[in-house]
Nanobody, 115 residues
């Protein structure tokens, strides 16, 4: 069984920074792509950033230049460095991993940015 565990969320003032982490455990040894999504109250879940196994990175227009996605070491680990946070960045942030046979989601970590 595969689990994705996110951490690093919290409450921060506008202009501040947070670093989210997502670590996969269980029987998953490779990933085609790893992504961060977010969902604000009353809104649909949206893609924030993706990094592929080949190192190709894409960001949504709303976070490009402020957020940085990166991969970790031996385990399937991804990070999201978020700088220059804005109140509109508030929401639950979810880690997603596309494995060889299945798509996996974490439980989410809350990010709240106060103005």
């Amino acid at each position: 069984q595969v689990q994705l565990v996110e951490s690093g969320g919290g409450l921060v003032q506008a202009g501040g920074s947070l670093r989210l982490s997502c670590v996969a455990s269980g029987s998953i040894f490779s990933a085609y792509a790893m992504s961060w999504y977010r969902q604000a109250p009353g809104k649909e879940r949206e893609l924030v950033a993706t990094i592929t196994s080949g190192g190709i990175i894409n960001y949504s227009d709303s976070v490009r230049g402020r957020f940085t996605i990166s991969r970790g070491g031996a385990k399937i680990t991804i990070y999201l460095q978020m700088n220059g946070l804005k109140p509109e960045d508030t929401g639950a942030y979810y880690c997603n991993v596309v494995g060889p046979s299945k798509n996996y989601w974490g439980q989410g970590t809350q990010v709240t940015v106060s103005s």
